[in-house]
C-alpha cells in the first residue's frame, strides 16, 4: 500500500522533503550495497503522536528500473499493526532513528529503480506526508524530451526529438515496440535523437556505464479519427446484451475529456486495434459506444477501456470484476471456478457472458414488513461465521429466524479493496465482491431470507470510493505512471478538495448529474437482479457541497442541497422499487432528519433515519444513572410523523455494551455489572426496554449471545483504535450458542421479538416510555414504558418496567387500570387491585404486562379505555396548546421537566373535555402527566 501521490525530489547528501529531514549513506548506492536511512529525532513529535519507547515504524515500496510496477516492502506488516521488522533503531546518543537495509533483500525484489516510504506509528494513526521516494543506482538517467513514463501524441509521419542527460559518460540505446531503432557508441553524457513517428509506440531509452544500466520509457501515439454515430436504443453506459441476438454486446463509457478510447481484451489478444476504437455518440459527444460481435454465448470474456491518455480500466458497471490484487487469496470453497485474472494484464478487468441461464427465484412476490414493525439484524459476513461466505450464512439462516428478526442489514458486499474489510472502502458499487462467493450463492441466500419472512438491507458507500474505482482513475493526477493518484480537476465525478468534514478516500460531487445517474444506475442492478429490499446509506453528512473537510459545525448543520439531493435519491429509488426501504445512517439535527422522515410519507414511505442510543442505554446497563435517559427512542421527540427512527442500543460503528458492562460495570457490595452472568442477565433487560418500544429497530450481531469483544480488539487480543476495523473472533467458533448463559439472552430477545411481532399493540403509535425519571424515582435507572391501543380487541395495554440500578428496588408500575394483567413472558395471571402498588424488581430485572382480555370485566373494561391524555399539536410551536383528556375524575395535571423537577401543578374543573395550556417553558422536553382516581396517564410534551 502506498499513498496515492508522489512528487519529484532533488537528492544531495541531506535531503528536506516538506517538513521532513533525513538521510541516506551511501549516495548514490546500487541495489545490492547496504544502505542507511536516518531521521533526525526532531523531526518525529513522538508527545503529538503517543509515541513511546521511540517505536516509529517505516512503511515503504519500489519501483522497477522504470520507476513503475510499485510493490510493498514485505515486512510492512498492516497498516495498523506494522511489523517490528520496519521499526527504526532510536540512537540516543544522536537523537535519531536509523534503519539500515540491502533493497533487494528488504523490498524482495532485482531491478528496483527507485523506493518510497513514509514515517508513521504502529497503528497508522500518525504518519508523514507526502511520500518520499529515493533513486537506487550509481547512475542516474534524466530523459528531458519528452519526460519518463509520458505519452506525447505525434501525428504518423511527424518526427519528435528525443533528448536525455546521465551524470556519468554512457551509451545509449533507443528501442521502440522493443525493437532498437538508434544506438550510440561514443560515451557521452547527453542524448539527442530525432525520432519519425509511424505508429502506437512503446519508447525505451537504455543507458549503460559498464554493468550500471539505467532506463526509461515512454509513449509515442498517432491521433485517431473517431467515427460519430447514433448509439442504439439498447445501448446505455456499462454492458449490455443484445435483446435477442446472443452473439453481440454493446458496451458504453461515458468519457469527457477523452480524445479516443480503444476496448482491449480476451476477444483481441487485448492489444491496441482499431477496430475496437469506440465510436461518438452524436447526441452526447462524451458517450463512447461499440457493439461487439462474433460473441461465442456461454464463453466468459474479459475486457478493460483504454483512452488515448493510456488510462486503463474496467467498466464502471460490471457486475463482477476480476482483480490482480484480491483473487489470489479467495479460496475455491467461497468461489469455485474462480475465472483466473488474465496473464500480462494489471488493474481491474471487467468481464462479461451471454446467454447465462438466469436465476430460478423462489420467492417472486415477498411482502416485506412495514417499516414500523422491523427488527433488524446488522451482519458482518467477514466476522459471522468462520468460512465468511454465502453457504455458511444459509446454513445459519434458522438461527436467524429463531430469534424472530425480519431484516437483515449486510455491511457494503460491493467491490472493496482487499479482501478482509467492513466493506467500506468501495472501489466498484455496482459489482458483487467475491470474497463472499458467487453471484448465485448470493441470491440463493436472498432467496432463502425471503422464503422465511426475511427482508435484506444492504449497506451502501455512496459518499466515497477508493483510489481504484474507474471513476477515480479514469480522471486522476499519476505522476508517478503507476495507474493511482489524486483526483483530477477535471474528473466529472469527484471533489477535489472533500465538501465535509468525514471524507475518508475521494469525495463524489452529489450536485453531478454524472454522480446521480451512477448512484441511480448501482441502485437499479442491486434491486432489480439480486432482489434486494432497501439500502442503509452511509454517511449521509457527505451529501453536501456546502462545507469543507475542516468545518465539522458546517457539515453537522442543516443544509438544503443535502436535503434536496437525498429527496431526489429517494424519489429514483422508490421510482424502480416503490416498497424498498431506504435508511439514511445522518445522526444529524431534527430539523434536517424531519425532511426526510416526513417526505411522502402520506404514501407510506418516507425514510427510516437511524437512531443512536447507544451511550444511554449502556449507562442503563452499567448501572450509571447520569446522561441514561434514552426517551429519544421514542419517534415523536423527533418530530417524526411516522415511527421513521430506527433505535438502536449498538451498530458496527459502537462499543460493545457487554463489553463496557464487564470493564466498567458498577459495584454495589456483592452486587457485580463486571461479573459476566450478572453482565449477561442485564442485557435481557436491555432487550425488554428496547424491543417493546415501537417502531423499527436494529441490533448488531451477537449482541443477543452477550458479546464481549471490545471494537477495538486487534488481532493479538490487545485493545487499540487502530485495530477497529480488524478481524473478531466469531462467536459460534467459541461455542457461545451453546453456552446456557448466553443462550439464555438469545431465548429472552427471541421471546420478546416474538411478543413483538405476534401482538398488534407494539403497532401503536400512542405509547409514552419514561426512562430515569427522577420525577417518580428519586434513584433513578427506573424504566416504564405504556403502550396502548383502544381499538383493538385482543391486548390493547401494555406495561413494562425495569430497574436498572444496583439494589433491589419498589417500582410503582402506575397501571392505567386495575384487573387481570398477564406476564407476557410466562403467561402467568396478575390481579391488579391497586395502580399504584409497587413491584419488587431485583437488580437488572424487568416485567412486560399485557392486559388480559380473557378476564378483563366489562366494568373494568369500559374503566380502562376511557382514561385519556393528548398534547395537540404537540411538538408545541406557538406557546399555547390543548390538552385533551377523558375520564379523568378528580384529574390532576402535573408538568416535569427532564431532570424530574415539577415545575407546575393544577386541578382539572371537569372530568372530560378539554385545557389550554399557555406555554412559558424553554424549548425542550417535558412530562405531563394526569393522575385521577382511575390511574394515572403520561404524555412527553415538545416544546419548539
Not at 533513486?135 to 506525447?152: C, F, M
Not at 481491474?348 to 427488527?375: A, I, M
Not at 426496554?689 to 441490533?699: A, L, R, S, V
Amino acid at each position: 500500500m502506498k499513498k496515492f501521490y508522489s512528487v519529484v525530489a532533488v537528492f544531495i547528501a541531506v535531503f528536506v522533503f516538506g517538513q521532513i529531514n533525513y538521510t541516506v549513506t551511501p549516495h548514490p548506492f546500487n541495489e545490492t550495497d547496504a544502505v542507511t536511512l536516518t531521521i533526525p529525532g526532531d523531526q518525529i513529535d513522538e508527545s503529538a503522536w503517543g509515541v513511546t519507547n521511540h517505536a516509529v515504524y517505516i512503511w515503504s515500496w519500489s519501483f522497477d528500473i522504470h520507476y513503475q510496477n510499485s510493490q510493498d516492502c514485505p515486512s510492512n506488516g498492516s497498516w495498523n499493526d506494522s511489523s517490528e521488522l520496519n521499526r527504526f533503531v532510536y540512537n540516543a546518543g544522536t537523537d535519531s532513528y536509523s534503519l539500515t537495509f540491502t533493497p533487494t533483500t528488504f523490498f524482495g525484489r532485482t531491478g528496483i529503480g527507485r523506493f518510497g516510504f513514509l514515517i508513521k506509528d504502529k497503528t497508522g494513526a500518525h504518519q508523514t506526508s507526502p511520500d518520499i521516494f529515493v533513486n537506487v543506482g550509481t547512475l542516474n538517467l534524466d530523459l528531458t524530451n519528452p519526460l519518463a513514463n509520458s505519452l506525447t501524441s505525434v501525428p504518423a509521419g511527424n518526427s519528435i526529438n528525443i533528448t536525455a542527460a546521465t551524470n556519468a559518460n554512457a551509451t545509449f540505446q533507443l528501442k521502440a515496440n522493443g525493437t532498437v531503432v538508434h544506438s550510440t557508441s561514443s560515451p557521452s553524457q547527453s542524448y539527442a535523437h530525432p525520432y519519425t513517428v509511424t505508429q502506437d509506440a512503446e519508447m525505451e531509452l537504455v543507458a549503460t556505464q559498464g554493468s550500471s544500466v539505467k532506463k526509461a520509457v515512454f509513449t509515442l501515439q498517432v491521433p485517431r479519427n473517431v467515427t460519430s454515430e447514433a448509439i442504439p436504443n439498447w445501448i446505455k453506459q456499462g454492458i449490455n446484451d443484445h435483446p435477442t441476438d446472443q452473439t453481440k454486446v454493446g458496451l458504453a463509457l461515458y468519457a469527457p475529456g477523452k480524445n479516443f478510447v480503444h476496448v482491449i481484451g480476451s476477444f483481441n489478444n487485448w492489444t491496441v486495434n482499431d477496430a475496437y476504437l469506440m465510436k461518438r455518440d452524436t447526441v452526447n459527444p462524451d458517450l463512447y459506444w461499440i457493439e461487439l460481435t462474433g460473441i461465442t454465448p456461454q464463453q466468459l470474456y474479459t475486457f478493460q477501456y483504454r483512452t488515448n491518455d493510456l488510462k486503463k480500466v474496467a467498466d464502471p458497471y460490471s457486475p463482477q470484476i476480476l482483480s490482480p490484487y484480491d483473487d489470489p487469496w479467495i479460496s475455491a470453497s467461497t468461489y469455485p471456478n474462480l475465472p483466473s485474472f488474465p496473464i500480462g494484464q494489471n488493474f481491474e478487468v471487467s468481464t462479461f457472458r451471454t446467454g447465462k441461464t438466469p436465476y430460478s427465484w423462489q420467492v417472486t412476490n415477498f411482502q416485506r414488513p412495514p417499516k414500523e414493525d422491523l427488527v433488524v439484524y446488522e451482519l458482518l459476513l467477514r466476522d459471522f461465521t468462520q468460512e465468511k461466505n454465502w453457504q455458511s450464512l444459509i446454513n445459519k439462516i434458522s438461527y436467524l429466524k429463531n430469534l424472530h428478526i425480519n431484516a437483515i442489514e449486510l455491511l457494503p458486499i460491493m467491490e472493496f479493496d482487499g479482501n478482509l474489510s467492513w466493506g467500506y472502502n468501495t472501489s466498484f458499487h455496482y459489482a458483487l465482491d467475491k470474497a463472499y462467493g458467487t453471484p448465485e450463492k448470493f441470491k440463493e441466500f436472498v432467496d432463502l431470507c425471503h422464503q422465511n419472512g426475511i427482508a435484506v438491507i444492504l449497506d451502501v458507500a455512496f459518499n466515497h470510493a477508493t483510489g481504484r474505482s474507474p471513476l477515480v482513475r479514469l480522471w486522476n493526477v499519476d505522476p508517478d505512471g503507476d495507474g493511482y493518484g489524486e483526483v483530477a480537476a477535471n474528473n466529472p465525478y469527484f471533489n477535489q478538495v472533500p465538501k465535509h468534514s468525514y471524507n475518508v478516500f475521494n469525495d463524489f460531487n452529489h450536485s453531478s448529474l454524472y454522480t446521480q445517474y451512477y448512484v441511480e444506475r448501482c441502485l437499479q442492478q442491486w434491486l432489480t437482479e439480486y432482489h434486494i429490499d432497501g439500502f442503509r446509506w452511509d454517511l449521509t453528512k457527505g451529501f453536501t457541497q456546502n462545507c469543507s473537510e475542516n468545518d465539522e459545525a458546517c457539515t453537522n448543520a442543516y443544509q438544503q442541497d443535502r436535503v434536496d439531493i437525498m429527496k431526489q435519491y429517494a424519489d429514483k429509488q422508490w421510482a424502480i422499487d416503490p416498497n424498498s426501504y431506504m435508511i439514511f445512517e445522518h445522526l444529524g439535527t431534527d430539523a434536517e432528519e424531519q425532511q426526510w422522515a416526513n417526505y411522502r410519507v402520506a404514501e407510506g414511505k418516507g425514510v427510516l433515519m437511524w437512531n443512536k442510543q447507544t451511550e444511554p442505554y449502556n449507562q442503563n446497563t452499567m448501572g450509571y444513572k447520569e446522561n441514561s435517559n434514552y426517551d429519544r427512542m421514542n419517534h415523536n421527540l423527533h418530530g417524526f410523523t411516522e415511527m421513521r427512527a430506527v433505535g438502536y442500543g449498538e451498530s458496527h460503528d459502537e462499543e460493545r455494551l457487554m463489553f463496557k458492562n464487564l470493564a466498567y460495570g458498577a459495584v454495589n457490595g456483592s452486587y457485580s455489572v463486571k461479573n459476566l452472568t450478572t453482565a449477561l442477565d442485564r442485557m435481557k433487560t436491555f432487550g425488554a426496554t428496547f424491543f417493546t418500544i415501537p417502531g423499527p429497530k436494529m441490533i448488531w450481531q451477537f449482541g443477543e449471545l452477550g458479546y464481549e469483544f471490545s471494537i477495538n480488539r486487534c488481532a493479538n487480543g490487545t485493545i487499540d483504535p487502530g485495530c477497529r476495523t480488524d478481524e473478531k473472533p466469531v462467536a459460534f467458533s467459541l461455542g457461545y450458542d451453546t453456552d446456557i448463559n448466553r443462550k439464555a439472552v438469545y431465548d429472552t430477545w427471541a421471546k420478546i421479538i416474538d411478543i413483538r411481532n405476534t401482538n398488534a399493540v407494539f403497532r401503536s403509535k400512542t405509547y409514552t416510555l419514561e426512562s430515569n425519571n427522577l420525577a417518580n424515582d428519586p434513584e433513578g435507572l427506573i424504566t416504564r414504558l405504556y403502550v396502548y391501543d383502544d381499538t383493538l380487541n385482543g391486548i390493547k395495554n401494555v406495561v413494562v418496567i425495569a430497574n436498572y440500578s444496583t439494589s433491589v428496588q419498589q417500582v410503582v408500575p402506575y397501571f392505567p387500570y386495575t384487573g387481570h394483567w398477564q406476564n407476557l413472558m410466562d403467561a402467568s395471571l396478575v390481579s391488579v387491585v391497586s395502580t399504584t402498588a409497587p413491584i419488587s424488581l431485583q437488580p437488572g430485572e424487568f416485567r412486560i404486562f399485557g392486559n388480559d382480555p380473557g378476564t378483563l370485566s366489562t366494568a373494568d373494561e369500559n374503566a380502562a379505555h376511557k382514561l385519556s391524555l393528548q398534547i395537540a399539536d404537540n411538538p408545541v410551536k406557538n406557546g399555547v396548546t390543548q390538552l385533551i383528556f377523558n375520564k379523568a375524575k378528580n384529574g390532576e395535571i402535573r408538568i416535569f421537566d427532564r431532570s424530574g423537577k415539577m415545575l407546575d401543578m393544577f386541578r382539572l374543573n371537569k372530568e372530560s373535555g378539554s385545557h389550554e395550556l399557555k406555554i412559558s417553558y424553554p424549548p425542550g422536553i417535558y412530562l405531563v402527566q394526569l393522575k385521577t382516581e382511575t390511574g394515572i396517564a403520561i404524555q412527553k410534551m415538545i416544546i419548539h
